[in-house]
């Protein structure tokens, strides 16, 4: 069975960092792109981020460029979101996804990591 | 590109037929999901490339459309449909982008 479970949420304050992760098991993790996107509250999803499989390729939304940063290690069947300089917009459930070998849609989700940034 | 979704909610019963709406701001093909996301759950991928259901999406669930208009049918409700539902666009990006949804309620 393919899981994705996300781990590392909190709360942090306005300008902190904080990291989050998600492991993958149940397929080869090291053959598919992985996003995280996310959900602010009372809103819709939103994506953030993904990492070609072999990590030579990232891509972000242009809100969070130059704050956040997607990495993988494939040994660990693993996804991570490094989240600097944090903005209380940046208050979502993240989720991560993968995606389908057929194009840039996502063919499995996690259940989500809470990142709460307030004061 | 920006995806519009219709209505924002939509009020149904049980074994009601059911139609939810996406235009996209340009012409996206036939490169369009769709998801289904229920509250403290992971969201699902039903339709892919506008009209493909993805494994397991019970044969209620129909996608159509081309270029800028798309729908998704759900033939007969069922209690576990009740749900939001999102559309996707993959064919320019950065960034992936997501519609706003559209919350299907019990009427």
């Known amino acids: 069975e393919v899981q994705l479970v996300e781990s590392g949420g909190g709360l942090v304050q306005p300008g902190g960092s904080l990291k989050i992760s998600c492991a993958g098991s149940g397929f080869t993790f090291g053959t598919y792109w992985m996003d995280w996107v996310r959900q602010a509250p009372g809103k819709g999803l939103e994506w953030v981020a993904n990492i070609k499989s072999d990590g030579s390729a990232e891509h972000y939304v242009d809100s969070v460029k130059g704050r956040f940063t997607i990495s993988r290690d494939n040994t660990k069947s693993s996804v991570f979101l490094q989240m600097n300089s944090l903005r209380v917009e940046d208050t979502a459930i993240y989720y991560c996804?993968?995606?389908?070998?057929?194009?840039?849609?996502?063919?499995?989700w996690g259940r989500g990591a809470l990142v709460t940034v307030s004061s | 590109i920006v995806l519009t979704q219709s209505p924002a909610t939509l009020s149904s019963s049980p074994g009601e037929r059911v139609t939810l709406s996406c235009r996209t701001s340009e012409n996206v093909l036939t490169y369009l999901a769709w998801y289904q996301h229920k509250p403290g759950q992971a969201p699902r991928l039903l339709i892919y490339d506008a009209s493909n259901r993805a494994t397991g999406v019970p044969a209620r669930f129909s996608g159509s459309g081309s270029g800028t208009d798309f729908t998704l049918t759900i033939s007969s409700l069922e209690p576990e449909d009740f749900a939001v539902y999102y559309c996707q666009q993959r064919i320019n990006w950065p960034p992936l982008t997501f519609g706003g949804g559209t919350r299907v309620e019990i009427k």
């Open positions: 996804a993968r995606e389908s070998r057929e194009g840039q849609f996502f063919d499995q």
